[in-house]
């Protein structure tokens, strides 16, 4: 009683983890919180998400909300232990659907392929009939082979009661396409499983010409990276007459060991790899209260250009022009007030940068005068001398996601697998053919008759077209044969 006791226990588990409804329940939940990890960003600075979240819900429920989500993980979903558990029934539920259902599928995958007696073909969902009056049963078979050949079909040919059957098939193997699926679905599981158990997702915001050994956890705690990483520099471009960044861009340096072994700009959509870290381009800023080094190039009229880097207070001159100048000012976002016309700082980022410099020039009283880095006119003086804003360097950071995905490979294998298995599933049949060649009276004499039949596990349509171009072919064969005569 006690061994029943236990199969049926053993069946009704084996019969809940093979159910359907169990896989749509299990895919619905994980494709509603996965909606939210979509909105919500992963793994942020709790001010980004707080400022989202007051968007939908308010400033004053938005911290309240942030709280629960937080608690409930969604801050950082695809490693909680609650997604990762249902990406795990979720994978189980497939491999016992599969493990269910495949001995059934692979029987008749296996079925002897034997030739069908006429009437039975005369039965078949495609189905066509043609006689040949003056034609050979040899020359007709023989046209019927060449054609089902020239599809590329594999034609065995049987004898009996003087007939002769052609019977073929294609594709038995394609009902395995929906298994092969299976399998990638299981291995995109496993790798995301992977990724969330042993690799981890940060972020770092690195000023210019600073470096780092480590990332930050949302919640501020320290991710060890066992290298160095420095920005030499960060740069947005913006659409002209415009304050709508177009591109921005850092170049990051790789240390280790005391020593520089990659440097490359990234851009979003083009993060830089090294030893299984990468780090993308997220956001940037300026750093607060920042003191950085305003890099400007002179140019006198006919001259030379020379680059200098100068602090505040600094001061410079035109080679052999006697103009000088201190630079005096700066403003992140230099624009007008659209009602006093007064100059203005209207963002504390670097939108529309500007350098405020003392000029002293021969014979004329001391002026301050505006120069901007996205509008190099600006720096044209009397004479054809020039002073070009290039960069105010160290006052902004780069924003990076730092991430650690080491199942992100078996992922990409498991594309590659998938795209192929939805091909054979939803492109490739099972089709077989049955042509059936005869007299119409016994030894051998009358007209020939042609019985030919088909099935196929999808795709009818197409069958049916297939076997048109089979058919019209030979049957065009054998009258060409007959004209010769």
């Given at each position: 009683m006690a061994e029943k006791d236990k199969k049926d226990l053993f069946e009704t588990i084996w019969s809940m983890l093979a159910s359907v409804q169990l896989a749509v329940a299990v895919f619905i939940v994980l494709a509603l919180s996965s909606i939210i990890g979509t909105i919500v960003e992963q793994q942020a600075e709790p001010a980004k998400n707080l400022a989202l979240l007051a968007k939908f819900f308010g400033d004053s429920a938005a911290p309240t909300v942030y709280n629960i989500f937080a608690k409930l993980g969604f801050m950082d979903m695809y490693r909680s232990w609650w997604f990762v558990s249902f990406l795990s029934l979720f994978s189980i539920n497939l491999i016992v659907c599969s493990i269910d259902r495949f001995p059934k599928t692979w029987k008749l995958v296996n079925l002897p392929f034997k030739p069908l007696a006429e009437h039975v073909i005369k039965t078949l969902p495609v189905k066509k009939e043609i006689k040949f009056r003056t034609a050979s049963s040899a020359a007709v078979k023989d046209e019927f082979l060449n054609s089902l050949k020239a599809s590329r079909y594999h034609v065995l040919e049987s004898t009996e009661d003087n007939a002769t059957q052609l019977y073929c098939q294609k594709g038995k193997y394609s009902r395995l396409g929906v298994y092969v699926v299976h399998l990638s679905i299981i291995l995109i599981f496993v790798g995301a499983i992977i990724g969330a158990r042993f690799g981890f997702g940060g972020h770092l915001n690195l000023p210019e010409g600073q470096f780092s050994d480590v990332a930050y956890t949302s919640d501020g705690g320290e991710i060890p990276l066992g290298f160095t990483v420095k920005c030499n520099w960060y740069e947005t471009s913006y659409y002209e007459g415009l304050d709508t960044p177009m591109e921005f861009q850092s170049e990051l340096v790789v240390i280790e060991n005391g020593r520089e072994v990659l440097t490359k700009a990234i851009q979003v959509n083009d993060p830089l790899t090294y030893k299984g870290i990468t780090f993308y381009q997220s956001s940037y800023g300026m750093l607060p209260n920042a003191r950085g080094q305003f890099i400007i190039t002179v140019t006198p009229s006919g001259g030379r250009p020379e680059t200098l880097r100068l602090m505040f207070g600094d001061s410079f001159e035109i080679p052999g022009t006697g103009i000088s100048g201190t630079i005096d000012d700066f403003s992140p976002a230099l624009g007008s007030d659209r009602r006093t016309g007064n100059l203005t700082t209207y963002s504390e980022n670097m939108v529309n940068p500007a350098v405020g410099v003392i000029f002293n020039m021969p014979g004329q009283d001391a002026f301050k005068g505006w120069i901007f880095k996205r509008y190099p006119q600006t720096g044209m003086l009397q004479g054809g001398h020039s002073i070009r804003f290039d960069d105010y360097w160290g006052a902004e950071y780069t924003g990076l996601q730092v991430s650690r995905d080491p199942?992100?490979?078996?992922?990409?294998?498991?594309?590659?697998?998938?795209?192929?298995?939805?091909?054979?599933?939803?492109?490739?049949?099972?089709?077989?053919?049955?042509?059936?060649?005869?007299?119409?009276?016994?030894?051998?004499?009358?007209?020939?008759?042609?019985?030919?039949?088909?099935?196929?596990?999808?795709?009818?349509?197409?069958?049916?077209?297939?076997?048109?171009?089979?058919?019209?072919?030979?049957?065009?064969?054998?009258?060409?044969?007959?004209a010769k005569k």
């Amino acid at each position: 009683m006690a061994e029943k006791d236990k199969k049926d226990l053993f069946e009704t588990i084996w019969s809940m983890l093979a159910s359907v409804q169990l896989a749509v329940a299990v895919f619905i939940v994980l494709a509603l919180s996965s909606i939210i990890g979509t909105i919500v960003e992963q793994q942020a600075e709790p001010a980004k998400n707080l400022a989202l979240l007051a968007k939908f819900f308010g400033d004053s429920a938005a911290p309240t909300v942030y709280n629960i989500f937080a608690k409930l993980g969604f801050m950082d979903m695809y490693r909680s232990w609650w997604f990762v558990s249902f990406l795990s029934l979720f994978s189980i539920n497939l491999i016992v659907c599969s493990i269910d259902r495949f001995p059934k599928t692979w029987k008749l995958v296996n079925l002897p392929f034997k030739p069908l007696a006429e009437h039975v073909i005369k039965t078949l969902p495609v189905k066509k009939e043609i006689k040949f009056r003056t034609a050979s049963s040899a020359a007709v078979k023989d046209e019927f082979l060449n054609s089902l050949k020239a599809s590329r079909y594999h034609v065995l040919e049987s004898t009996e009661d003087n007939a002769t059957q052609l019977y073929c098939q294609k594709g038995k193997y394609s009902r395995l396409g929906v298994y092969v699926v299976h399998l990638s679905i299981i291995l995109i599981f496993v790798g995301a499983i992977i990724g969330a158990r042993f690799g981890f997702g940060g972020h770092l915001n690195l000023p210019e010409g600073q470096f780092s050994d480590v990332a930050y956890t949302s919640d501020g705690g320290e991710i060890p990276l066992g290298f160095t990483v420095k920005c030499n520099w960060y740069e947005t471009s913006y659409y002209e007459g415009l304050d709508t960044p177009m591109e921005f861009q850092s170049e990051l340096v790789v240390i280790e060991n005391g020593r520089e072994v990659l440097t490359k700009a990234i851009q979003v959509n083009d993060p830089l790899t090294y030893k299984g870290i990468t780090f993308y381009q997220s956001s940037y800023g300026m750093l607060p209260n920042a003191r950085g080094q305003f890099i400007i190039t002179v140019t006198p009229s006919g001259g030379r250009p020379e680059t200098l880097r100068l602090m505040f207070g600094d001061s410079f001159e035109i080679p052999g022009t006697g103009i000088s100048g201190t630079i005096d000012d700066f403003s992140p976002a230099l624009g007008s007030d659209r009602r006093t016309g007064n100059l203005t700082t209207y963002s504390e980022n670097m939108v529309n940068p500007a350098v405020g410099v003392i000029f002293n020039m021969p014979g004329q009283d001391a002026f301050k005068g505006w120069i901007f880095k996205r509008y190099p006119q600006t720096g044209m003086l009397q004479g054809g001398h020039s002073i070009r804003f290039d960069d105010y360097w160290g006052a902004e950071y780069t924003g990076l996601q730092v991430s650690r995905d080491p199942g992100v490979w078996l992922i990409y294998i498991a594309c590659i697998i998938m795209a192929i298995g939805l091909y054979v599933a939803f492109f490739m049949s099972h089709k077989k053919i049955w042509v059936h060649v005869a007299h119409e009276s016994p030894g051998g004499k009358g007209p020939v008759r042609i019985s030919l039949g088909g099935n196929t596990s999808r795709n009818k349509f197409a069958f049916e077209k297939e076997i048109d171009h089979i058919f019209t072919r030979a049957s065009q064969a054998v009258e060409a044969r007959q004209a010769k005569k």
